[in-house]
């Protein structure tokens, strides 16, 4: 008798949440990004001017995480946008548990975009899928240029590094080619913007690639043509 093996993937728990939500999240044409880096890199600095600069009528939200504190949610809720923070107590990343309690009754929305900050760590965050679009890694030219190097799997798994803080580039010992060299060693395709969130360089073009991403996945979503129908006056969702 021939015998068929099959072999079937037995997803993670968090593999399946995410691969939920990535399903939910792509049938609205919803956005999602996965903000992460070190402590203070400048993530939430991003988000805020990400916020304030966003085309008016996007329908955006941010969910924010933090092992300790409010303080992120705090800051980034004053731009008018759904703001919820999530508070680990512990744990060192967002998982997609995580995500789905803090999302469930957004996902009624038609949100264009979803901004995720992941807790501050390099490490942690980088194996827990959370149903998004993009990982976007954060480095800021305080922590060296070797950290694609010592951290490869955060710079291999992120399509988009923003290089943040260039506006200290003359204050600090930071080769900036020399960690562009160092990411695309790790991820040769990694796309790469430099910023600084003090004097606004770049932003233009972190909107932008934002813009295009969100554009296409709208594009892409099966239920498009219902939510352009609905879309007459376009309600943005700002409170
Ligand atoms: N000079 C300079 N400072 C920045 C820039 N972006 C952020 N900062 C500062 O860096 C510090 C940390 O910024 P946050 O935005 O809180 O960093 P974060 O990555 O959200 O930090 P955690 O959530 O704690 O991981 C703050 O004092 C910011 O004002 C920048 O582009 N240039
Ligand atoms: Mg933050």
């Known amino acids: 008798m021939n015998r068929v093996v099959i072999e ?19 049938h609205r044409g919803t956005l999602a990004v996965n903000l992460i880096s070190s402590p203070g890199s400048g993530k939430t600095s991003l988000l805020e001017k990400t916020l304030e600069m966003l085309p008016r009528g996007t329908r955006a939200a ?9 303080n992120d949610a705090r800051r980034l809720a004053r731009y008018g946008y759904p703001v919820r923070q ?14 789905e309690n803090h999302l469930a009754d957004w996902l009624d929305r038609q949100l264009d975009l979803l901004l995720i900050e992941n807790v501050g760590n390099l490490v942690c965050p ?24 010592k951290y490869p799997g955060i710079f291999r798994k992120a399509e988009l590094m923003i290089l943040n803080k ?62 352009q129908s609905q879309e007459t006056g376009h309600d943005d969702i700002r409170s």
């Open 8 to 26: 079937k993937s037995v997803l993670s728990e968090n593999d399946r949440i995410a691969a939920g939500l990535r399903d939910a999240l792509g």
């Open 62 to 70: 941010v969910l924010t995480g933090d092992i300790q504190t409010d």
């Open 86 to 99: 999530i508070t680990t107590a512990g744990a060192c990343h967002l998982d997609a548990r995580m995500v």
């Open 126 to 149: 980088t194996s827990y899928d959370l149903g998004e679009d993009a990982k976007i890694v954060v480095l800021s030219v305080t922590e060296g240029e070797d950290k694609p190097l």
């Open 166 to 227: 260039v506006d200290l580039l003359p204050y600090v010992p930071f080769d900036p080619k020399l960690a562009l060299e160092n990411a695309r060693r790790i991820h040769p395709d990694i796309e790469i913007i430099e910023t600084s969130c003090t004097t606004g360089t770049g932003l233009d073009k972190w909107l932008a690639w934002l813009s295009a991403h969100v554009e296409r996945k709208i594009y892409e979503a099966p239920v498009r043509n219902l939510r």
